[in-house]
Nanobody
Framework: VQLVESGGGLVQAGGSLRLSCAAAGLALDDDAIGWFRQAPGKEREGVSCIRRSDGRPDYADSVKGRFTISSDNAKNTVYLQMNSLKPEDTAVYYC????????????????????WGQGTQVTVSS
């Protein structure tokens, strides 16, 4: 499985970006795609995830109401629409493919994910 993120960049606070995660080599839709981020000097944190079979999402409290995750299974691509961006959203954003759980997906633990992209930088200026 190969994952490639795109869509990062520099944006002012209050602005928007849409990240894409293009996945190659996924055979079925019975998986989850998660978005994680890591800011300089901080630990990686989970942001959001989606169970691709039914589109069920989950979000960290810090982004709930501002970020929206979606999946286009025909294109094997997952999107993260980020609105009302804040300087504290500045980080390298990674997508990863992993396993699902009964209630959908797990965004807060990287142990559920087994293949990662290289990341895309998001910088939000104040």
């Amino acid at each position: 499985v190969q994952l490639v993120e795109s869509g990062g960049g520099l944006v002012q606070a209050g602005g928007s970006l849409r990240l894409s995660c293009a996945a190659a080599g996924l055979a079925l839709d019975d998986d989850a795609i998660g978005w994680f981020r890591q800011a300089p000097g901080k630990e990686r944190e989970g942001v959001s995830c989606i169970r691709r079979s039914d589109g069920r999402p989950d979000y960290a409290d810090s982004v709930k109401g501002r970020f929206t995750i979606s999946s286009d299974n025909a294109k094997n691509t997952v999107y993260l629409q980020m609105n009302s961006l804040k300087p504290e959203d500045t980080a390298v954003y990674y997508c990863a493919v992993g396993t699902t759980v009964l209630d959908g997906c797990i965004y807060y633990s990287s142990s559920y994910y087994f293949s990662w992209g290289q990341g895309t930088q998001v910088t939000v200026s104040s």
